[in-house]
């Protein structure tokens, strides 16, 4: 069983709106944070895009901030990322992400220290 699933992805032209969602497998209420990742075309290295708290706080690249907002429903076990005034330099992979164990500070960029991945999701956005 997938632990995390994206959906929501597809194609839009630059300035256009898109929202992704990831559902778990299993209440994700005792899971420390969640993320959203993004891969380039061609690049191997993830990038943090933004993440959330147990408790609600949240965090965003400079790249995306006033235009991206992360969310979650714990009832629904799904994450979602609301994207707005899209880039064509939002174009890539995107990737659900999970980390388990807590931490003293949330790492926005760190995919090394992420538990749980999901298949990714493609997002592309035309000039």
């Known amino acids: 069983q997938e632990r995390l699933v994206e959906s929501g992805g597809g194609s839009v032209q630059a300035g256009g709106s898109l929202t992704l969602s990831c559902v778990a497998s299993?209440?994700?209420?005792?899971?420390?944070?969640m993320a959203w990742f993004r891969r380039a075309p061609g690049k191997g290295r993830r990038e943090g895009v933004a993440t959330v708290d147990t408790a609600g706080s949240t965090t965003y690249a400079d790249s995306v901030a006033g235009r991206f907002t992360i969310s979650k429903d714990s009832d629904k076990y799904t994450l979602y990322l609301q994207m707005n005034d899209l880039k064509p330099e939002d174009t890539g992979m995107y990737y659900c992400a999970a980390r388990i164990g807590r931490m003293q500070y949330i790492p926005l960029n760190s995919p090394s220290l992420i538990d749980y991945w999901g298949q990714g999701i493609q997002v592309t956005v035309s000039s």
């Open positions: 299993e209440n994700t209420d005792s899971w420390f944070y």
